[in-house]
């Protein structure tokens, strides 16, 4: 067995290797190029495949900002019939060596926020890679969840509906995106979530933010809530969302949350679905509507 860096002549097989190793988080050839080949932080030192007798057998998808002392492990595979031979072990470490070579000192396993495909290691199908990188020095950070809402039946329900009316007598008001909002838009991420910002302008870019973006202002003409859908090109997507510090306990996030899964309906998108929650949020989410269907373990180490 030998690694080496990812090739672009790679794409077809390591297509197969990533469905085969990843059952549960398959992806087509369009979402390989975009989200990761694509992605600006790109580097074929940190993706590292396993080869056997001319075979792909494993790889390991690392990724690490231009000005970061983190690097993230994305995604790892190996094939099912070459497994417990000591491939994931290797693949791991030479992704260390990669990352500390390139001045990491921290590496996170799956929630990289630029292009993330999960949040951490799923409990119950990829147990095995848990108790991997338990032996390779690894720490358990805490728990996350995915959530998702079936829409068929879905209406606003009324109290949500009645404390946008009351919201919007005081002067807030909600709405789509349109581009002269953009400037006010970006500077409400910029200090408010400074990790949406890319997201939303490739949306924007995209031209596709008039039918994945919603708003809300306060007052005083601010943008105070943004929500947004479809950040990875999935029609169903949801997220990000958030509002204001200063707006929180206003009612604001669930009538954006509302919004758009209304706006959604109306474009005929009948499910709605998100990675990565926790904590109180689970709760909060659970009274809008939304259901728990997978749960994942966050892991790193210290370089």
């Not at 946008?164 to 006010?184: C, D, M, T, V």
């Not at 604001?252 to 474009?267: K, P, Q, T, Y």
Request: glycine fraction near 12%; aromatic fraction near 14%.
């Amino acid at each position: 067995m030998k690694i080496r860096s990812y090739k672009a002549q790679d794409g077809c097989a390591m297509l197969r290797l990533w469905n085969a190793s990843l059952k549960e988080d398959k992806i087509n050839q369009e979402n390989f190029y975009t989200r990761v080949i694509c992605d600006a932080n790109f580097d074929p030192k940190l993706y590292l495949l396993a080869e056997e007798a001319g075979e792909l057998i494993g790889f390991i998808y690392g990724a690490k900002g231009a000005n970061s002392e983190k690097a993230y492990i994305v995604a790892m595979g190996v094939c099912p019939n070459h497994r417990r031979k000591g491939v994931g072990t290797a693949l791991v470490k030479e992704l260390e060596v990669a990352a500390r070579e390139l001045g990491a000192n921290y590496l996170d396993i799956g929630n990289y926020a630029v292009n993330y495909f999960f949040p951490g290691i799923d409990e119950k199908n990829y147990v095995d890679a848990i108790a991997l990188f338990k032996s390779l020095g690894y720490e358990e950070k805490g728990t996350c969840s995915s959530m998702d809402m079936n829409l068929r039946e879905y209406e606003m329900p009324e109290k949500y509906a009645l404390r946008k009316q009351k919201l919007e007598s005081e002067g807030y008001r909600f709405g789509g995106f349109r581009w002269e909002y953009s400037l006010p838009m970006f500077d409400f991420l910029s200090k408010h979530f400074p990790h949406w910002h890319g997201g939303a302008r490739s949306n924007v870019l995209r031209g596709n933010g008039h039918e994945t973006i919603q708003l809300a202002w306060n007052p005083s003409g601010e943008v105070v809530g943004f929500a947004m859908r479809a950040g990875d090109g999935t029609p169903g997507r949801f997220g990000p969302f958030g509002v204001a510090e200063t707006e929180q306990g206003t009612g604001l996030g669930g009538i954006l949350f509302h919004n758009l899964v209304s706006d959604m309906v109306e474009r005929r998108i009948f499910y709605t679905w998100f990675l990565w929650t926790g904590g109180r949020n689970l709760d909060i989410y659970g009274t809008w509507g939304m259901k728990k269907y997978r749960n994942y373990t966050i892991m790193g180490k210290v370089l």
